[in-house]
């Protein structure tokens, strides 16, 4: 492998995430995939960042097996839509049914992630997948909106047969990548709206970088 100077691009959100590719789920669904997420999603209020798993510890959850639906509910209640909304219930009430249908990893949790893949696997018709992904997702209030930013550091790419077609490492990951999301209520529908804001890659590696040659020419 040979590094070389990375490069930051920013992307036109719409050329690489497609929000019509969320898919619509149930609570059960998002349970299971906070319970995945146990140890790589945050809180951030204010500058105070904890994470998820030390906020289910406030309520005596050790483990993200003992998640409820209900634990779930209170948690994106307390710390995000009452904050966001006050006491305006019938837009706490619309935000959190938004939750439950699109707060999962098919949904929000994971919308780079999803159009990263896609875009490798069908690159050339090259089948490849991503492995040995650190990733973080960090969730906010700004204001009347839920902020959300997806991190990603991608440190292997294998093929589908395990060939590794790219290797990297934590401290030198093949590409971070880096996608910042808003959700608030259109002002003609009053339904929720999510909204890409910022899409930013870095590349450490020319393979990566060969992946993204066409969408490079779309930077704003």
């Known amino acids: 492998m040979i590094w070389f100077k990375p490069k930051s691009i920013r992307i036109r959100a719409d050329s690489i995430i497609d929000l019509k590719k ?6 059960e669904q998002c349970l299971r995939d906070w319970n ?6 945050f809180f951030l209020d204010g500058r105070v960042l904890r994470s998820f798993k030390d906020i289910c510890g406030d309520m005596g959850i050790t483990s993200g097996d003992e998640l409820t639906e209900e634990t779930l509910r209170k948690i994106w209640n307390d710390r995000l839509l009452s904050k966001a909304f006050g006491s305006n219930e019938s837009k706490k009430g619309v935000m959190l049914e938004d939750f439950e249908h699109f707060m999962h990893q098919g949904g929000y949790l994971n919308m780079l992630q999803s159009a990263l893949f896609d875009v490798i696997i069908k690159k050339e018709n090259i089948l490849s997948s991503l492995d040995g992904v650190d990733r973080r997702f960090v969730i906010s209030v700004d204001k009347d909106k839920i902020s959300m930013t997806e991190s990603l550091k991608i440190k292997k790419i294998t093929d589908l047969k395990g060939v590794v077609v790219a290797n990297g490492s934590s401290k030198k990951p093949l590409m971070t990548a880096v996608g910042e999301y808003s959700l608030d209520f259109d002002s003609v529908s009053n339904i929720p709206r999510c909204a890409i804001k910022k899409v930013e890659l870095e590349h450490n590696s020319k393979i990566t970088q060969s992946f993204f040659v066409k969408r490079d020419r779309k930077i704003v």
């Open 22 to 27: 969320n898919t619509l789920a149930n609570m």
């Open 36 to 41: 995945r997420g146990f140890n790589n999603i």
